[in-house]
Every structure is written in structure tokens, then in C-alpha cells.
């Protein structure tokens, strides 16, 4: 996958994305620790997970897309965006067509995200 260096290059990314999950599916890794809290603490279900990332803009991308660490043949990108006045950190494992993305981080950001389009 090319280096993000423009917003239309982070909508083609943003898209591919979206049209793997709507192709492929999304699975949620919700029971990492951080990911839990954050859904916890918002009263997010899985339902709303979707609808915000459904609901991302190419302003919200934030990095990559960069070699995935456990799967080299994945890549992750990451995403941020507000809800209910909280910052959060998404991030995707993306792959070969016809396989899920897998959405690896959806939590509080740790600290505050510097977009590059924003």
C-alpha cells in the first residue's frame, strides 16, 4: 500500500477500507483490555462501533498504512475521531481481499492525536 502524503490519498485508503468491511466484514477485538474500558465507560455497543467507523472522514486518518508486526502480509492504518467529547484511537489490520478487517484498537486515545489533514 502507498505512503499517505495527500487527503485524497487517505480517502482511497479510508474507502478500501470500508469496502472490505462491507465486502468481507469487520471482527472487533473488544476484549483487549483498553478496547473493553472505552466501550465500558461510553455505553458503546457493537451496533454504534460500526456506525462510527462508517461514519470516518479522510480528515480523521491519522497513520500508516505500516507493516502489521504479527502478520506480515496485513497492514495496519489508524484513524481518530470524537465521540461524546472523547478522542478515540482506531486502528485497522487490513489484508488480502475477501478477508475481514480486523479493527485492533477502538479506544480512548492515550494522548491527544495529531492528524495530518486536520
Excluded at 472487533?28 to 455505553?43: D, E, S, V, Y
Excluded at 478522542?87 to 479493527?103: D, N, W
Amino acid at each position: 500500500m502507498k505512503k499517505i502524503t495527500t487527503l485524497a490519498d487517505a480517502e482511497e485508503l479510508l474507502l478500501k477500507i470500508k469496502v472490505l468491511i462491507r465486502e468481507s466484514g469487520i471482527l472487533f477485538m473488544n476484549q483487549r483490555i483498553k478496547n473493553a474500558q472505552t466501550l465500558a465507560n461510553l455505553g458503546i455497543l457493537e451496533a454504534t462501533q460500526r456506525k462510527i467507523i462508517e461514519n470516518l472522514k479522510a480528515r480523521d486518518y491519522y497513520g500508516g498504512p505500516e507493516p502489521d508486526e504479527k502478520y506480515p502480509w496485513k497492514v495496519v492504518a489508524v484513524f481518530g475521531t470524537d465521540y461524546q467529547g472523547v478522542e478515540l484511537y482506531i486502528k485497522f489490520s487490513i489484508g488480502k481481499a475477501r478477508t475481514p478487517v480486523v479493527c485492533l484498537s477502538f479506544h480512548e486515545a492515550d494522548s491527544p492525536m495529531r492528524y495530518q489533514f486536520k
